[in-house]
């Protein structure tokens, strides 16, 4: 597509909840990233792909936390058992590679109550 | 690792005034270094990108950064800005793959 797509836009969810963020990368974009802002925060990084492998795990918050990427293209980022400090924008990048810098979609604005 | 600190939270500057937007950043080896922005209710966009050579580098809408590797920073600047500058300005790292970024500092423009 023309730029990364995040769905959904928004997202209100009840406490215990599980919810899934899903991202449409550029096409041709090998490289996909996943990274949470939350209100007055920069951007934390959770997890990156490399084609449909996730090399660095290190930035998920917890075990709550899991995503997964197939056919190299869409991302699914799923919180389990959502918390109010979940609370937050998540926002997903797709790239060529990192000289290039990312393209980031619109984000999710998810709101756990 | 790489890290970045951006050392003001808020800048409040008045239209047509210039602006200097600090980011200081650490690794241990050769990196990247980019400025993106984000206005109100929308994503990111990048701004400028240093990968290496010239150690000034322009980017879109008049705004331009310094790389110092002596002083590991990348401090962003226009030299008039604009109303329409009101924005969150974000310095970002990276060593190979990923991209680290800093916490974010709010130019806001004033008439």
């Known amino acids: 597509g023309a730029g990364v797509s995040q769905s959904p836009s928004n997202k209100v969810t009840e406490k215990g909840k599980d919810v899934e963020l899903r991202c449409d990368p550029i096409?041709?974009?090998?490289?996909l990233y996943w990274y949470r802002q939350s209100l007055g925060q920069g951007l934390e990084f959770l997890i990156y792909f490399q084609g449909n492998s996730a090399p660095d795990k290190s930035g998920l918050p917890s075990d709550r936390f899991s995503a997964e990427r197939t056919g190299g293209s869409v991302s699914t980022l799923t919180i389990q058992r959502t918390q109010q400090e979940d609370s937050a924008v998540y926002l997903c990048a797709s790239s060529t590679g990192t000289a290039h810098g990312y393209t980031f979609g619109s984000g999710t604005r998810l709101t756990v109550v | 690792a790489q890290s970045v600190t951006q050392l003001d939270s808020q800048v409040p500057v008045f239209e047509e005034a210039p602006v200097e937007l600090r980011c200081n950043y650490s690794?241990?080896?050769?990196?990247?270094l980019f400025w993106y922005v984000q206005y109100p209710n929308q994503g990111l966009q990048l701004l400028l990108k240093?990968?290496?050579?010239?150690?000034l580098v322009k980017g879109i809408n008049g705004f331009e950064a310094e790389f110092n590797k002596s002083q590991t920073s990348f401090h962003l600047r226009k030299p008039s800005v604009h109303i329409s500058d009101t924005a969150e300005y974000f310095c970002?790292?990276?060593?190979?793959?990923?991209?680290?970024f800093g916490a974010g500092t709010r130019l806001t423009v004033k008439p």
């Open positions: 240093y990968l290496s050579g010239s150690t």
């Open positions: 096409s041709g974009h090998t490289a």
């Open positions: 690794s241990s080896v050769s990196v990247y």
């Open positions: 970002a790292v990276s060593e190979s793959v990923d991209m680290r």
